[in-house]
Every structure is written in structure tokens, then in C-alpha cells.
């Protein structure tokens, strides 16, 4: 069974920065697209950034470009998002998730961690 276990989120200034991991198990993603989304409150969820697991290639959402870096680990099965420049905007509870199969929607999902950004 897959799991994906989140953790990296708290309580930041604007303009900082804020690390989150995304741990994964129970699966060989070596396939896998892994990707960050969030949600805010009142808002629906959406699309931050996504890497491929073995090539490392990238995509990410126009908001958050050259200021958030997606990464990932292969030896520790981790995905990073390095949050940079941080604003109050970027408030929301984080989610990593994975996809098996280009252009399907992501099959697993992991619990979410808090990011929030004072002015």
C-alpha cells in the first residue's frame, strides 16, 4: 500500500522560506510523477509543481515559478518543495501526491501539512 507522509510545514514571515518533505512507501515509483498541490481556505485545491521520479524533469505552476523548487531524493524515496519568497498567498495546507499514469488523475494522496505566511 502506498503511503505518502508529508511534514516541513509551520508558521513563517513573508519573504521567508520553508522546506517540505514528502516521504514515500509501500511502492516502487520509479514511474511515478510525484507532485505538490495546496489549498487554501474557501479555495479549490490546486496544482504547484510536479517531477518526474527518474528522469527528474519538472513543471510548475505559473505562481510559484522561480520561487519554489521541487526535488526529489531517489535514495530515501523523498520529494522536497523548497518554498522561497514566501507571501501571504502561498498560505495553505500542502499536499504531495503521486501519478502512475500521464494525464489520469493522481492515485495517491498524502494527509496535508499546514504552510502559513504572515504579513
Known amino acids: 500500500q502506498v503511503q505518502l507522509v508529508e511534514s516541513g510545514g509551520g508558521l513563517v514571515q513573508a519573504g521567508g522560506s520553508l522546506r517540505l518533505s514528502c516521504a514515500a512507501s509501500g511502492g516502487t515509483f520509479s514511474s511515478y510523477r510525484m507532485g505538490w498541490f495546496r489549498q487554501a481556505p474557501g479555495k479549490e485545491r490546486e496544482f504547484v509543481a510536479r517531477?518526474?521520479?527518474?528522469?527528474?524533469?519538472?513543471f510548475y505552476a505559473d505562481s510559484v515559478k522561480g520561487r519554489f523548487t521541487i526535488s526529489r531524493d531517489t535514495a530515501k524515496n523523498t520529494v522536497y518543495l523548497q518554498m522561497n519568497s514566501l507571501n501571504p498567498e502561498d498560505t495553505a495546507v500542502y499536499y504531495c501526491a503521486a501519478q502512475l499514469r500521464w494525464g489520469m488523475p493522481y492515485d495517491y494522496w498524502g494527509q496535508g501539512t499546514q504552510v502559513t505566511v504572515s504579513a
Open positions: 517531477i518526474h521520479w527518474s528522469g527528474g524533469s519538472t
